[in-house]
């Protein structure tokens, strides 16, 4: 027989049984041909397989990789639950103590993440966990140059209210999916935009021959403008003030854009009819959908479409939804009340009063480190969205030229400090003396904030945004690991009948993705040398097989049980060649659930959790058995052990 292509290897169909030859193969007790019962009941070993075994496994073979693997290939997401007693992991008070003396090293003296202002810039940071009621760690500091403020505190602290810059476009977009949710994130802007209708209608002509001049906005989805995916303009046209300057440096006078203005010392659209008057002047940038383009703009709309939909104003759709329900009682839409904002300089220097009028729905608006603590708890937690939602929203929606670097909506996604593939959903922003940065890691369920106000505000909070991920990341991983050792890891046995025993080993390796199952024999049967025989593709051999288990976050509770989902990968390891270094693809996904036994997949496991948060038990799902635990990772007796003899 021909051995088929990696290509259809991929996509086999799932759960063909062996039916189809006349071996009788039957992975819960493998009691008859195509192997060999040798004298010993409790071991079966796999011989090498005949012409009508080998059609067998073209039939079942779990679908192979493009080449054999030298590391194991997870899949995308956490290699281990969310770690939930933080408080209490070392690694995380040694991270603590390094990223103290990491912050007084770049105030006061050397630092490999850069030199902080220690004169004239005050910052707020903050490290949290859904799981804990108390931050992880939040640190303060209040500049000497600032002391003695005309207008605002001194000192900062949690409560301080800065202005939050482009964070603004999160709370934006957070609110019109509580509101509406994300189902018009696919339908043209101009459904819920008259002024952009009519733009469509009057050039629809005109379109159909000349994309440089005019904007399809008919071809801009609602979800286009969360995801910077417009390809509109990134802000408004400016007025004769700033045009004023360009000619006295020595550009061409030109015709200024007719429009009205308003505020100081920045001049922005008055209202909103000023705003499409404005706008409508101005050229697209790129075709809707080709590639990001950094756009406020996109964001005043969009709020302009959820005001449209609803009815009600966008402040007043930003109280009702999100601030009132979540209490944020220090972030507003405008001016603060109040004296607890930190205020450099002056109001008008810092452009804390500046008002963007209807543009500040993408940078304008004021908050806390702890309002932004209550925000991003919220999302991670998915208080105010259905979970199906959030995980939604949490993805990225394009790639930039930058390959660590991806877009969301209207998230800036950018690749953790880790060793494998696990990101961090961030926004930033800077306004004025005021510079800010958001960072939410959902595979930890840990959030980052920095704050920063002064006129080294954005050097400030680009040190602290790669310090805290830098220091605090490798952290939660190895706490997270260890957490799934502690409650995972160890021997689940189960005694059968006539001698026979079913064993299986789970362990929580220092450098390896995912827990590792090391034994797993079913009634005798050694199933990773089956699974090696399985996996192997022509040209490999058997053996050689890692089994990873990977969290799925499916979970079910009946009364005082808690079952938790994992998945299995399994691949065939070999070391990589001088030639093989550095090549090779992760392509998991593709094999996942891609061989099931009565229906259920072979890679399925299920854990139940005790009260005390440790497994008690294992199953593997397509046998159909359930292996208590008998002995911790430490070794210690939990149950009667019960092993295989050595072959």
């Known amino acids: 027989m021909v051995a088929p292509s990696p290509k259809f290897a991929k996509i086999s169909p799932p759960g063909l049984i062996l039916k189809y030859c006349n071996e009788r193969v039957r992975i819960g007790d493998i009691t008859a041909q195509p192997y060999e019962v040798r004298n010993r009941v409790m071991m079966r070993s796999i011989k090498p397989p005949s012409n009508g075994e080998d059609r067998v496994k073209r039939l079942l073979t779990i679908p192979p990789s493009l080449a054999r693997s030298t590391n194991p290939c997870p899949l995308l997401g956490p290699d281990f639950p969310p770690p939930s007693n933080l408080f209490n992991s070392h690694v995380i008070q040694n991270a603590k103590q390094n ?69 603004s476009k999160l709370l934006t977009v957070y609110t019109y999916l509580i509101e509406v949710g994300d189902v018009s994130f696919n339908q043209p802007i101009t459904k819920y935009v008259p002024e952009l209708a009519s733009y469509a209608a009057d050039h629809a002509t005109a379109l159909q021959s000349n994309e440089i001049d005019f904007v399809d906005w008919n071809s801009i989805t609602v979800g286009a403008l969360a995801s910077q995916m417009a390809g509109i303009s990134r802000d408004f046209a400016f007025g004769a003030a700033l045009d004023a300057e360009l000619v006295s440096v020595g550009l061409p006078p030109v015709p200024s854009v007719n429009s009205s203005f308003c505020g100081d010392p920045i001049q922005v659209p008055c209202d909103r009819a000023a705003f499409f008057s404005n706008f409508f002047v101005q050229h697209p940038v790129e075709p809707p959908f080709s590639t990001p383009i950094y756009s406020n703009s996109a964001f005043q709309i969009l709020a ?195 001698g026979a025993s079913s064993v299986l080993t789970v362990v929580a390796d220092d450098q390896k993705p995912g827990l590792g199952v090391t034994r797993w024999f079913n009634n005798g049967t050694d199933i990773l040398q089956l699974l090696g025989w399985l996996r192997a593709t022509d040209g490999q051999t058997e053996g050689n097989i890692s089994v990873r288990l990977y969290p799925t976050g499916l979970q079910s509770q ?67 058995s359930k292996f208590p635990k008998s002995r911790t990772s430490n070794g210690a007796k939990l149950i009667r052990d019960v092993l295989p003899p050595s072959p």
């Open 304 to 498: 302009y479409a959820l005001t449209n939909i609803t009815s009600k104003s966008f402040p007043d759709l930003l109280n009702s939804s999100l601030l009132h329900p979540l209490q944020l009682d220090s972030t507003s839409y405008g001016l603060p009340q109040g004296n607890t904002s930190i205020v450099p300089i002056n109001a008008t220097i810092s452009w804390y009063d500046l008002d963007l009028v209807d543009e500040s729905p993408a940078g304008a608006y004021y908050s806390s480190i702890h309002d932004l603590r209550i925000l991003g708890t919220s999302i991670l937690s998915s208080s105010l969205l259905h979970p199906a939602q959030t995980r939604r929203w949490m993805k990225p929606v394009t790639f930039t030229a930058d390959p660590d670097l991806a877009v969301g909506a209207p998230w800036e996604i950018s690749r953790s400090p880790t060793n494998r593939q696990s990101w961090m959903y961030t926004v930033t922003g800077g306004l004025g003396l005021y510079s800010s940065s958001l960072a939410l890691l959902p595979d930890y369920e840990v959030g980052f904030t920095v704050l920063a106000a002064g006129t080294g505000a954005s050097t400030s909070v680009d040190i602290l945004s790669k310090m805290l991920p830098a220091i605090f990341v490798p952290a939660l991983e190895m706490a997270a690991r260890e957490e799934a050792g502690s409650a995972y890891a160890g021997t689940y046995a189960l005694a059968g009948a006539e």
């Open 99 to 167: 990223l103290s003396h990491s912050l007084q090293a770049a105030l006061f003296n050397a630092s490999i993440y850069g030199q902080l202002d220690s004169n004239a810039t005050s910052f707020s940071l903050d490290v949290y966990s859904i799981r804990e009621t108390q931050p992880l760690f939040t640190y303060h500091f209040s500049a000497p140059a600032l002391a003695h403020p005309a207008q605002g505190v001194a000192t900062v602290d949690s409560n301080t209210i800065y202005r939050i810059g482009s964070i």
């Open 558 to 624: 009946n009364d005082s049980i808690k079952r938790v989902s994992w998945r299995a990968v399994y691949e065939l390891l070999s070391a990589p060649s001088a030639s093989e270094a550095g090549a090779g693809s992760c392509d998991s996904w593709f094999n996942v659930d891609g061989l099931t036994y009565g229906g259920v997949g072979i890679d399925e496991f299920v854990f139940e959790i005790g009260r005390d948060g440790k497994a008690t038990s294992v199953e593997p799902r397509a046998l159909r």
